[in-house]
């Protein structure tokens, strides 16, 4: 189980890093992560977050079935203690903010747009592997060049070449 905690906090990471290497990626982070901030709908965001997870499964299940790989038991372990990850630090983080009177519970909507966020990228990843010619991709697609890589373990070259992204695309280093 530790081995999966760590690939989890990794994960999380190196998509986090992604996210904050093009300019894109960190407007539509501070957008989300404000949005959910200045409106107050936490409770919708931790839903949505754990909808991502489960859809995010899915998608992983679909990929498995294109690269000729097949879901097996450990990907099952592998999400509910990933959720059973989550939830237990966004409940810390409930009773923390409560117990301090943190109304703004920014905390609680940090984490979880950070959660919400990776999860993203991973299905972007998992659907630009199934079905590279949807919108979504070709719109979102700098973005997931690092997801794609890892999830076909292929250099990040490769992976923008496979998602038609040229050289000029810059990301930040």
């Known amino acids: 189980m530790k081995d ?4 989890m906090a990794s994960s999380v990471g190196s998509k986090l890093a992604d996210i904050m290497s093009s300019c894109y990626g960190i407007i539509y ?5 404000l949005s959910a901030l200045v409106i ?10 754990f909808f991502c997870i489960f859809t ?19 990907l099952l372990k592998n999400t509910i203690i990933k959720m ?21 519970q920014i ?13 993203l990228i991973s299905i972007l990843g ?14 979102l697609r700098i973005l997931i060049v690092g997801e794609v890589a890892r999830k076909l373990k292929i250099s990040e070259k490769e992976a923008m070449r496979l998602l038609g992204l040229n050289e000029k695309c810059k990301r930040i280093k």
């Open 126 to 139: 998992n659907i630009a592997i199934v079905k590279p010619s949807l919108i979504s991709v070709k719109v």
């Open 84 to 104: 059973g990850a989550y939830f237990s630090i966004l409940l810390l983080l409930i009773s923390a903010e409560h117990l301090m009177h943190i109304e703004s």
């Open 40 to 49: 107050g709908y936490y409770s919708e965001v931790v839903i949505i977050t």
């Open 107 to 119: 905390f609680t909507v940090t984490f979880t747009v950070i959660v919400l966020t990776t999860e």
């Open 29 to 33: 982070f501070l957008i989300m992560w």
């Open 56 to 74: 995010d499964t899915i998608w992983g299940i679909a990929k498995s079935i294109k690269i000729g790989k097949y879901a097996t038991s450990a």
């Open 4 to 7: 999966v905690l760590f690939e």
